[in-house]
Structure formats: C-alpha cells, structure tokens
C-alpha cells in the first residue's frame, strides 16, 4: 500500500489501469457515442456503472474499481470518506453498502445509485492510498457518525480512530469543531463522555507492535486449559508460541489470573497504558524479548477463544 498526502488528482492511468473509462476520454480519443453505446450495451464487453463512467469487462466490479469510477464520475477534487477511507487507513470495519465521497460545496451532481457525494465548503486535504484520495481517518469516523442515530453505533465510530492508533481525541474534537455543526450533538456527547485513555491504549500497543518484526497477533481473546476451563484472558495472544500480552485487563495485585496463566508455561508480557504512551521504544524492546523467550519454550497447553467481532 502506497500512501501520500496531497491534492494531485487521480491520474488517468490510474484509472485505465484499474479497467474504468470515461466517455470524456473516450471522446477524446475519437470513440464516436454510437460506439461507446455498442460496448456497453447488452451484450457487449464493457459495463456502464456511474453516469459517463464504463467498465472495459462485464464482470461485476470489485470495490477498488467502484472506487475508482466514483472518483471518475464526481472529479475533480472528489475525496473518499467514511468506510472506505477507514479501511484504506487499515481499521477492520465492515464496508457499507454505498460509496461515501465529499465534493466541493459548489458542485451539484444528479443522484448515482451506491454513490452518496456529501456537498462541503471543508473539503479535507486528501491521503492518497494506491492512486486513491481519502479523508483523513478522524474525518471519515466523524462523517459516518453524523449519519447514525443509535448512540452505540456513534460511541463505536467515533472511537476507531482512536482504538486503532491513528488520532488523539485532540484531534477528534478539533475535526468535530472545525466542521458542520448539524447532526453533531451525539457525536460530541459521546466524545465528551469516551474514556479515550483505555480506547486509545489498543492503538499505542499497535505503535509500538510495529516497531517489531513480530508477527500479528489476535487480539482480545480468552485463554482456556484443554478441558475449556478459562484462565485468563489476553489483550494480544500469539497462538504459534503460546504468548500472552496484556495492557489494558487488570494488572494489580488482585489480578490472580497471571498465576493460573504462569501455571501453565504461558508466557505473559504485562505493562499498563501509560508506559505504551511514555516508554514506547522500550516497550517494544520488551514485548519483543518476550517473544523470543516464548518461541524458545515449549508451547503451553492452552487454547485461545476469540471473542466475536475482535476488532483487530
């Protein structure tokens, strides 16, 4: 994945590389509209998806290439918001059912089916990702909570950037405040009340994971014996060696679990969030001398049971 931060815009090559066309290049290169009708017509080769925007194969589309056509069809200065942007930024969440993009204020385009293109005087400096424009990972949560009415769905996307590593909640509330005020009362209540220093824990573990060549590992899991009696439980568990790590669970002196844990041969890394946020490099350092250590034990007899919808 190629990332960058700028406003060039999508590259015509992109999109020819990608299989989409569109009929102002196709125009130009001397393709009459009785021709560009017979291709993507029934029958024929190519598939028309947005308004003046074709397919060169009659297969269905893949997400990438409807990403590309709605670029095609709402450029220039289009950027891609909410699930998609999110995905592009690396947070698991599932994709919704229509492409969200954000254009200029003073651009009105006609309705496109699976397209909702969001009118804004704030258009966000894009990140391009693989030839892509999206918004910024704050942008893109705050724009797919302003649309939703449950309070656990809001709490939920409001939090990802957060859980995931990619902002603070400083800049959470300053994206909240810089923009459109309509529909963000809920938002801005739930910020208010996000307890930002347990959230934001997974995505400091995540910074500093990264500064390791340790594999990935599954995340928030519950760890049993062979005869399915739970031990413990596990912030981060890497099944192949038999290693826990735990940041966030309890870590105090009523935490016992860590004994049954050690019982087993299990090892188990602990520290607290603050020392994710102050001692990064040497918490890495640590987690990666942990791992080592487990891969050179025998693995213990434990299993892990992943909890539905882990996050990471």
Not at 149 to 176: F, I, M
Not at 295 to 300: E, G, K, L, M, S
């Amino acid at each position: 994945m190629t990332t960058t931060t700028g406003s060039d815009p999508v590259a015509f090559s992109d999109l020819v590389t990608n299989g989409v066309l569109v009929r102002s290049h196709l125009r130009d290169a001397g393709i009459s509209e009785r021709r560009i009708a017979k291709l993507s017509g029934p029958g024929g080769p190519w598939q028309q998806v947005y308004s003046g925007v074709f397919l060169v194969h009659d297969k269905p589309p893949s997400r990438e290439q409807l990403l590309h056509a709605a670029i095609a069809r709402c450029r220039p200065h289009a950027v891609i918001t909410g699930a998609d942007a999110l995905r592009a930024h690396g947070v698991n969440h599932p994709l919704t059912a229509q492409i969200h993009l954000l254009v200029p204020h003073y651009r009105r385009l006609a309705s496109e089916p699976g397209l909702i293109a969001s009118r804004t005087a704030r258009m966000p400096e894009p990140v391009m990702v693989d030839g892509l424009p999206y918004a910024t990972p704050a942008r893109a949560a705050l724009d797919m909570a302003r649309r939703e009415n449950e309070p656990d769905t809001v709490a939920q996307l409001v939090s990802l950037p957060l859980y995931w590593g990619l902002c603070d909640r400083a800049e959470l509330a300053a994206e909240l405040d810089a923009g459109n005020q309509r529909g963000s009362a809920a938002v801005r209540s739930v910020l208010r009340g996000l307890d930002d220093r347990e959230t934001f824990a997974h995505g400091q573990a995540l910074h500093v994971l990264r500064q390791t060549p340790l594999p990935a590992p599954q995340w928030n899991v519950a760890l049993c014996d062979r005869r399915g009696r739970r031990i413990g439980t596990a912030d981060a568990w890497w099944d192949q060696v038999g290693m826990a790590w735990r940041y966030r669970t309890s870590a105090g002196p009523t935490d016992f679990s860590h004994l049954s844990l050690a019982a087993t041969g299990t090892v188990l890394f602990r520290c607290t969030p603050r020392q994710l946020v102050d001692t990064p490099d040497e918490m890495s350092r640590e987690l990666l001398s942990a791992y080592t250590q487990a891969a050179r034990t025998p693995r213990p007899k434990v299993r892990a049971v992943y909890h539905a919808g882990n996050a990471a």
